[in-house]
């Protein structure tokens, strides 16, 4: 069983920047793909940005083109989210996703996802 625990959330103002960090146990890491979703009050939850299991291939919403990058170290069990230029419409909640993956260069849509942390509150103040 994979448990993913967040950290890095926070209440920062507009313009600003976070990033947050996904810990993860319980597989080898290295045989998943990982994902960062985020939920707003009354929206679906949403894909932010994947990342295969090497890392090779990256994936993002469009909202956050240009100001969000993922990166995995494999040797940290360990994914994040670096969030730049943040705006009041990125506050949600920010959850951290897992997929065992046979390729190492494929990323997955949301439903695809097997494992989910708790998720960690980001607040974008203007």
């Known amino acids: 069983q994979v448990q993913l625990v967040e950290s890095g959330g926070g209440l920062v103002q507009a313009g600003g920047s976070l990033r947050l960090s996904c810990a993860a146990s319980g597989l080898t890491f290295s045989s998943l793909a990982m994902g960062w979703f985020r939920q707003a009050p009354g929206k679906e939850r949403e894909l932010v940005a994947a990342?295969?299991?090497?890392?090779?291939?990256?994936r993002y919403g469009d909202s956050v083109k240009g100001r969000f990058t993922i990166s995995r170290d494999n040797a940290k069990n360990a994914v994040y989210l670096q969030m730049l230029s943040l705006k009041p419409e990125d506050t949600a909640v920010y959850y951290c996703?897992?997929?065992?993956?046979?390729?190492?260069?494929?990323?997955?849509?949301?439903?695809?996802?097997?494992?989910w942390g708790q998720g960690t509150q980001v607040t974008v103040s203007s």
């Open positions: 996703a897992a997929v065992r993956s046979a390729s190492s260069g494929s990323v997955f849509r949301r439903d695809d996802y097997d494992y």
């Open positions: 990342i295969s299991r090497s890392g090779l291939t990256r």
